[in-house]
T-cell receptor
Framework: ETGVTQTPRHLVMGMTNKKSLKCEQHLGHNAMYWYKQSAKKPLELMFVYNFKEQTENNSVPSRFSPECPNSSHLFLHLHTLQPEDSALYLC????????????FGDGTRLSIL | QKEVEQNSGPLSVPEGAIASLNCTYSDRGSQSFFWYRQYSGKSPELIMSIYSNGDKEDGRFTAQLNKASQYVSLLIRDSQPSDSATYLCAVRGSQGNLIFGKGTKLSVKP
């Protein structure tokens, strides 16, 4: 496998469920990111990890909890989500936090009932 | 609040024409600029990066950067129906984060 892989591709969950999104990158990158993409809005940065350390949390509600066990894997744990959290969640990676471009996974389309 | 502005479109051009996509940004300290293409239901795909003033060409794509005017553009020559997508401008600001515009939807008519 190459690139950035996200699972699952689609997820439907109730407001009281707990689920996790997974991201894996095979590019040898050291920085990983979670973004949220809603209709009619720009991509919103949620979390940044650099060398497994969280370097940014853009005022994301605590019902979203990231985890980065190593430089190749990134998780987003979901708990007690709201209908407005329905969106496309994209994972990205880059070689580092400098000027290098980010490469995106195919995303998880999340629907909250 | 650092911003990246794009015309949401849709921008409609005939096949074979030049499509011109524009982007302005507010952070004067920005150093890196990227264009991503996103097909409906798919993830953003990097197509161009540019770091210094002037033009950068890659095949049918040309990125243009003018830091004094805080303006970056993407030209697509000989547009094809397969170029129909949403084009996202992304700017790495002075604080290191990548800030995206809302995207411009391009439609290339056969």
């Amino acid at each position: 496998e190459t690139g950035v892989t996200q699972t699952p591709r689609h997820l439907v969950m109730g407001m009281t469920n707990k689920k996790s999104l997974k991201c894996e990158q095979h590019l040898g990158h050291n920085a990983m990111y979670w973004y949220k993409q809603s209709a009619k809005k720009p991509l919103e940065l949620m979390f940044v990890y650099n060398f497994k350390e969280q370097t940014e949390n853009n005022s994301v509600p605590s019902r979203f909890s990231p985890e980065c066990p190593n430089s190749s894997h990134l998780f987003l744990h979901l708990h007690t989500l709201q209908p407005e959290d329905s969106a496309l969640y994209l994972c990205a990676s880059s070689s580092d936090r400098s000027n290098q471009p980010q490469h995106f996974g195919d995303g998880t389309r999340l629907s909250i009932l | 609040q650092k911003e990246v502005e794009q015309n949401s479109g849709p921008l409609s051009v005939p096949e074979g024409a030049i499509a011109s996509l524009n982007c302005t940004y507010s952070d004067r300290g920005s150093q890196s600029f990227f264009w991503y293409r996103q097909y409906s239901g798919k993830s953003p795909e990097l197509i161009m990066s540019i770091y210094s003033n002037g033009d950068k060409e890659d095949g049918r794509f040309t990125a243009q950067l003018n830091k004094a005017s805080q303006y970056v553009s993407l030209l697509i020559r000989d547009s094809q129906p397969s170029d129909s997508a949403t084009y996202l401008c992304a700017v790495r600001g002075s604080q290191g984060n990548l800030i995206f515009g809302k995207g411009t939807k391009l439609s290339v008519k056969p």
